[in-house]
């Protein structure tokens, strides 16, 4: 199999990730806060740092919290506050993504959405993962003008959901771009490549790591996870340039 301009994104939640990223190869970085959340909005003046540090393109999730994907009106309406500042800002690209209580996709809201970004191009994220049936889901994506979605196939990861993300992009169609991710490694991105047919992966090719604090107070903790607080998830620019390479072989 040839594959011709693969693409690789990886997501990221800080500069030094942002940088990491670049440096071991990506073409484009996700860029949020809290991954640990599953990423939300990232804050302007991170936005405006990224870009001035990064030559490479800058997708900005949208997402005013964790949790569902269901969002009030208040919550629609910072929505599309952050997707203007992002632009403002410097972002190449808006990731979103908004469900309606009946587990489908909201298609008005979205619709708005892509209008309100447009130039810029919008990803549909990892929400269709958690629709009620993941082809439907995905002609009523297409339908509000996005140009990607990114996907699991609405499994764990993308070794689980292989078989659905292959479906995905024969039922797209070329009318928009699958881009697999969650769980995209080195060591299998190129069977997922094969298997599906993608031509973008989405990957965070990192791991936690300690962080500065030599002073450790264990008695006080933020969150349920132990020791979370001494503790960073950062992009590892050995992982992208390994993720890198193995695209290039299918390049051949």
Same mark, same amino acid.
């Given at each position: 199999?040839?594959?011709?301009? +693969?693409?690789?994104?990886?997501?990221?939640?800080?500069?030094?990730?942002?940088?990491?990223?670049?440096? =071991?190869?990506?073409?484009?970085?996700? !860029?949020?806060?809290?991954?640990? *959340?599953? =990423? @939300?909005?990232?804050?302007?003046?991170?936005?405006?740092?990224?870009?001035?540090?990064?030559?490479?393109?800058?997708? %900005?999730?949208?997402?005013?919290?964790?949790?569902?994907?269901c969002y009030?009106?208040?919550?629609?309406?910072?929505?599309?506050?952050?997707?203007?500042?992002?632009?403002?800002?410097? /972002?190449?690209?808006?990731?979103?993504?908004?469900?309606?209580?009946? &587990?489908? $996709?909201?298609?008005?809201?979205?619709?708005?959405? %892509?209008?309100? /970004?447009?130039? !810029?191009?919008?990803?549909?994220h990892r929400? @269709?993962? $958690?629709?009620?049936?993941?082809? /439907?889901? !995905?002609? #009523?994506? @297409?339908?509000?003008? $996005?140009?990607?979605? !990114?996907?699991?196939? =609405?499994?764990?990861?993308?070794?689980?959901?292989?078989?659905?993300? #292959?479906?995905?992009?024969?039922?797209?169609? &070329?009318?928009?771009?699958?881009? +697999? &991710?969650? &769980?995209?490694? +080195? *060591?299998?991105?190129?069977?997922?490549?094969?298997?599906?047919? #993608?031509?973008?992966?989405?990957?965070?090719?990192?791991?936690?790591? +300690? =962080?500065?604090?030599?002073?450790?107070?264990?008695?006080?903790?933020?969150?349920?996870?132990?020791?979370? *607080?001494?503790?960073?998830?950062?992009?590892?620019?050995? $992982? %992208?340039?390994?993720? #890198?390479?193995?695209?290039?072989?299918? *390049?051949?």
């Amino acid at each position: 199999m040839t594959l011709k301009d +693969p693409l690789l994104e990886i997501c990221v939640d800080s500069i030094e990730s942002a940088i990491a990223a670049q440096r =071991g190869g990506a073409q484009r970085i996700e !860029l949020c806060s809290a991954l640990s *959340e599953g =990423g @939300i909005t990232p804050s302007t003046g991170l936005i405006a740092l990224v870009r001035k540090k990064l030559r490479i393109g800058i997708n %900005v999730m949208i997402r005013p919290r964790g949790g569902d994907f269901c969002y009030s009106a208040l919550e629609f309406d910072l929505m599309q506050q952050e997707i203007e500042l992002a632009r403002a800002a410097g /972002a190449n690209g808006i990731v979103l993504g908004i469900l309606k209580a009946d &587990g489908t $996709v909201d298609v008005n809201r979205t619709r708005k959405l %892509v209008k309100l /970004a447009a130039p !810029l191009p919008v990803t549909f994220h990892r929400a @269709i993962d $958690v629709t009620r049936n993941l082809p /439907a889901a !995905l002609e #009523a994506i @297409i339908d509000t003008g $996005v140009v990607r979605v !990114l996907t699991s196939g =609405g499994a764990q990861n993308v070794i689980a959901g292989m078989k659905m993300i #292959a479906k995905l992009v024969a039922f797209g169609g &070329g009318r928009i771009s699958i881009m +697999p &991710g969650s &769980g995209v490694r +080195p *060591e299998n991105i190129v069977e997922l490549a094969r298997t599906t047919g #993608a031509r973008e992966f989405h990957g965070s090719a990192g791991n936690w790591t +300690p =962080g500065l604090m030599q002073y450790k107070k264990r008695s006080v903790r933020f969150n349920d996870v132990p020791n979370r *607080e001494f503790t960073r998830y950062r992009t590892d620019s050995e $992982v %992208v340039r390994r993720l #890198a390479q193995a695209l290039k072989t299918l *390049e051949k």
